[in-house]
């Protein structure tokens, strides 16, 4: 579940113990003799060495009671397994298997952003595989329905079972935090996709897509506000439990009077509530070096050659690398606007940038402008841009390792606002040990240049990686004001007690005191030892962790549903409702597994 650094080097020697939660969890009890844990439904003795174990064997074989979602729900079903008077779910009738197949096929053509009416074509396909390597069984191709309708109402039915399954858990959620991102759908509407993180009692952490909202229709803050407020009232989240905003940079979110996150400040003020805490710099990092410096001329430019190498290079040994990347990001089809937020990424840039003189040469042999290869101050530009690029990239991918906790990500933005701080004061020394790209530019044009002749203006370059600092310190600050609150669920045993609120120093001073949390802290990860650790006798230590623990920790599910939208920009791009963009954002962004026995039997009640 868990994917924190550990605390040593020492290999953790889970207990093999029965846990009496796993009755209500797992519908398994504790075995008369022997050790495991025997289930109530199947009545097989499970060989368990640890809670992974019960839970495999639950998942994939009884997910059906999964519906029984609340505790008196859990009790009662408990308690009728154990009298017997419960039977096992019925096995899927040969007609409910193809359906489940049908199901299976829908959800892979949605995930690989494939129209509707591809569904027939894949049903010829398998017909022609079964004919030549099991001829015996080529019927059973026609029972299943892969018409465009059906696909479509399958994908449909997927996104509202998973959609349940959201709602479900969300009831359970002990805090949660929202992300909200505008910026990554370009189709033919602008959309707000907007993404929950919550966190259980056992600090089990779920981060799901709530729900998309259309831009066009809901175009005032107001509007859409009422929109998101909406999504949370129909997943029962209260603003009481919200703990954190992320947002992207746009005036729509963060405006300093009319933004959307001032609104949701204002709506979540109360006794009852946290200080809702907002960052705004996960989400679409690369954007906020748009400043002093002509970005989207560049990107623009950059763009353009991409097309043309497509259309005219592709069989150009020198460009394959580029192209290879390309495809795997867009498919065959270049959509400009998604390929001017790919280029922003940095990775390609840089490899653009190394292809500079093969690109310049190709467009002189097809006739195309080079006028920007003339021009010095945009090839310092253009130079410049790739190294800080570079550099957001490193700080973006570190801040895509998802269920590392808000701590360790302000960490890596203290880190790189460090940085920053460097490549400051290097470049008003006119050290460009860390511009690589714009040292090649520099170097190059010197040989072509009269040695009195200024090339490039580093005081501008200066500005820019000032604002970049002042935008991190102002995007960030809100995790500033609960660095203690961080430092103390990241390291609860070396915080002084005299440094913690008042609320919490008796908690502090005796769980530091504990020589057994001691060592579950050392052995464990840090969900596992806050999962474990009595909200009966740590309570306010309990609840700091569940507020830390629901804070947006990377943007690794954001990144998720800008991939898919990139890789399928052809189809998205298309005119869909928004009940199934919905759907297709939501199957391809979830870690939720769909119940595929309810689907079939079309039972949507609590009981079977």
């Known amino acids: 579940m868990w994917m924190t650094p550990k605390r040593s080097k020492m290999e953790i020697d889970e207990s093999r113990a029965f846990r009496a939660e796993w009755t209500q969890r797992y519908l398994v009890v504790e075995p008369p003799e022997g050790e495991g844990a025997l289930c109530l439904v199947c009545r097989r003795l499970v060989a368990a060495t640890g809670e992974p174990d019960v839970k495999q064997h639950y998942e994939a074989e009884h997910e059906y009671y999964e519906r029984y979602v609340a505790e008196d729900e859990r009790a009662a079903l408990v308690e009728r397994l154990r009298r017997g008077d419960l039977r096992e779910a019925a096995p899927l009738t040969p007609e409910q ?19 509707w009416g591809e569904g027939d074509f894949v049903h010829r396909c398998m017909a022609v595989m079964l004919r030549d390597v099991l001829p015996d069984h080529v019927g059973v191709m026609d029972g299943i329905d892969l018409s465009p309708e059906t696909t479509r109402q399958r994908v449909l039915d997927i996104h509202q079972n998973l959609r349940s399954q959201l ?36 600090l089990e952490v779920h981060e799901e897509l709530l729900t998309i909202i259309n831009l066009t229709h809901h175009f005032s803050v107001g509007a859409l506000m009422a929109a998101i407020l909406e999504a949370l009232q129909t997943a029962g989240l209260s603003l009481q439990r919200m703990v954190g905003l992320t947002t992207t940079h746009t005036l729509r979110m963060i405006g300093e009077n009319s933004g959307l996150v001032s609104y949701m400040r204002e709506k979540a003020v109360s006794p009852n509530c946290w200080n809702v805490i907002h960052y705004s710099g996960f989400l679409h990092l690369e954007l906020l070096s748009s400043y002093d410096v002509d970005v989207n001329q560049i990107i623009n430019a950059v763009s353009e050659w991409i097309v043309l190498i497509k259309t005219r290079g592709v069989r150009r040994p020198e460009f394959q690398a580029l192209l290879t990347e390309s495809e795997s990001e867009h498919g065959e089809r270049v959509n400009g606007r998604c390929l001017n937020n790919w280029l922003r990424k940095g990775k390609t840039l840089k490899l653009i940038f190394s292809l500079r003189k093969e690109i310049e040469t190709f467009l002189v042999s097809i006739g195309a402008t080079t006028v920007h290869f003339t021009d010095k101050e945009w090839l310092c530009d253009f130079g410049f841009l790739v190294d800080i690029m570079d550099h957001l990239r490193e700080i973006s991918e570190l801040l895509r390792v998802n269920r590392v906790f808000a701590a360790a990500a302000f960490d890596h933005i203290c880190a790189f606002e460090v940085k920053l701080n460097l490549l400051q004061r290097q470049v008003e020394e006119k050290n460009l040990t860390h511009f690589a790209a714009l040292s090649q530019v520099v170097d190059e044009l010197k040989e072509n240049l009269q040695e009195d002749e200024k090339i490039l203006d580093l005081e501008r370059y200066r500005g820019v990686i000032c604002r970049l600092q002042k935008e991190f310190e102002r995007h960030f600050k809100d995790l500033k004001f609960i660095k203690k609150d961080l430092e103390l669920f990241a390291n609860p045993f070396s915080f002084k007690p005299e440094y913690a609120p008042i609320s919490v120093r008796v908690e502090l001073t005796k769980l530091q005191a504990s020589a057994n949390l001691w060592e579950e802290y050392r052995t464990k990860d840090l969900g596992q030892f806050y999962a474990g650790l009595s909200a009966e006798s740590y309570p306010i230590i309990k609840g700091v962790a569940c507020k830390v623990a629901s804070l947006f920790d990377s943007s690794k599910i954001c990144e998720k549903a800008f991939s898919y939208l990139t890789r399928n920009q052809h189809t998205l791009s298309q005119p869909l409702p928004d009940e199934h963009l919905h759907a297709l954002f939501r199957i391809a962004t979830t870690e939720i597994e769909p119940r595929w026995d309810d689907l079939v039997r079309g039972r949507n009640e609590s009981n079977p």
């Open 97 to 115: 298997r193809i359906a489940r197949a049908g199901l299976g096929l829908a959800r892979l053509l949605a995930l690989k952003g494939c129209g």
């Open 167 to 202: 709602f479900n858990r969300a009831k359970e959620f002990k805090a949660y935090s929202l992300a909200l991102d505008d910026q990554a759908f370009v189709a033919y509407e602008n959309y707000l996709l907007v993404f929950v993180r919550g966190v259980s009692h056992d």
